[in-house]
């Protein structure tokens, strides 16, 4: 049996290349002997179609994204809780929510050059739309940098979108739990920064 059920399943890659885009920090998860290793990293889909990356080398994770391995993603979108108030029919409280799970093949990058190229595609796509700082190849500092990083690529393997957004629900009600969505997270943001900062 499928889970999510079908209507909270996604299987459009571009949908699912959205959210990996608009919510590029995936956690990234690996196993080596039974213990799992579990590290949040930035991670940019390019145009053939592989993620690429890099992690701090002394990070315990490090040695397994530097070998052959394989890893699993998941990448988060927009969730809030949906209280009945929301909908215009009767129901019960729920949880909605955008995830993408991915499985892919980690391949190390040993070129330093490449590892470098990697670093000025993801500060220009994290950069965009203001495009305020451009990091270039001879940036002086990047060569102190490179020691301290595993550079590498992922190639996926397997992609499961779960985007549970009240689909079962009347259009007027998936609209209002969208609506949700969007106001609640901008308010969760503002709360949470509020009360730490």
């Not at 929301?86 to 040993?110: C, D, E, F, M, R």
Request: with cysteine; glycine share 4%; net charge neutral.
């Amino acid at each position: 049996m499928n889970y999510p059920p079908k209507h909270h399943q996604e299987d459009t890659i571009n949908h699912m290349i959205e959210v990996i885009k608009t919510y590029p920090l995936a956690t990234v998860i690996s196993v080596n002997n039974n213990q799992p290793f579990v590290t949040h990293l930035p991670l940019i889909y390019n145009k053939k179609g592989k993620l690429i990356g890099h992690i701090d080398k002394h990070n315990p994770h490090a040695k397994l994204l530097a070998d052959t391995n394989e890893v699993t993603l998941i990448f988060s979108g927009p969730q809030c809780y949906i209280s009945p108030s929301v909908y215009s029919t009767t129901q019960l409280p729920t949880w909605n929510y955008i995830k993408v799970h991915l499985k892919g093949n980690v391949i190390a990058v040993k070129d330093e050059l490449k590892v470098k190229q990697s670093l000025v595609d993801m500060a220009e796509f994290l950069e965009v739309p203001e495009h305020n700082y451009k990091l270039t190849l001879d940036n002086s500092r990047m060569d102190g940098l490179i020691n301290y990083i595993v550079g590498f690529e992922i190639d996926i393997i397997h992609w499961e979108g779960k985007f549970k957004l009240s689909q079962d629900k009347i259009p007027r009600d998936i609209e209002n739990a969208r609506t949700e969505l969007i106001r609640a997270n901008q308010e969760s943001i503002k709360s949470f920064l509020n009360k730490v900062f």
